[in-house]
């Protein structure tokens, strides 16, 4: 997850011109760096080019699973091992307002819906890898 976020979570933050994105994605980092005792490494020189459309199903697919983190946390059934820092981050996005942010400023875009698609399955093929 760790280079998920500072990959394609990066690329998709710069690639969809959602301000806001760049912050949270190396606040993530740095949660999940801290979970597995390392350092946060710095974005890749060479991240994926990713078209805005692809960038936003990107960044849906990762701001989506903050409510995943919140429903874990909630269930008490998470692990030692988990990232709890990550976890905490993740629903801390969910509850602050980012989140609807998000999705507030997604509603309003006019995105090609099979790019956006293909942008989410990036996360999850980075997942699965």
Not at 30 to 55: F, G
Not at 59 to 71: D, E, H, K, P
Not at 98 to 105: G, I, K, P, T, V
Request: charged residues 20%; negative net charge; aromatic residues 6%.
């Amino acid at each position: 997850m760790l280079e998920v976020h500072v990959g394609l979570g990066t690329a998709a933050a710069e690639a969809s011109g959602w301000a806001p994105g760049l912050l949270i994605e190396a606040r993530r980092a740095q949660h999940l760096a801290r979970d597995i005792s390392t350092e946060a490494p710095p974005p890749r020189a060479v991240s994926p080019r990713l078209t805005p459309d692809q960038a936003w199903g990107v960044l849906y697919a990762l701001n989506g699973s903050a409510l995943g983190a919140t429903v874990l946390l909630r269930s008490g059934l998470g692990a030692d091992s988990w990232p709890r820092d990550y976890l905490h981050e993740m629903a801390t996005f969910a509850k602050s307002g980012e989140l609807r942010d998000f999705f507030d400023h997604l509603e309003h875009l006019e995105l090609s819906l099979a790019d956006a698609v293909a942008g989410a399955g990036l996360v999850f093929d980075a997942i699965a890898r």
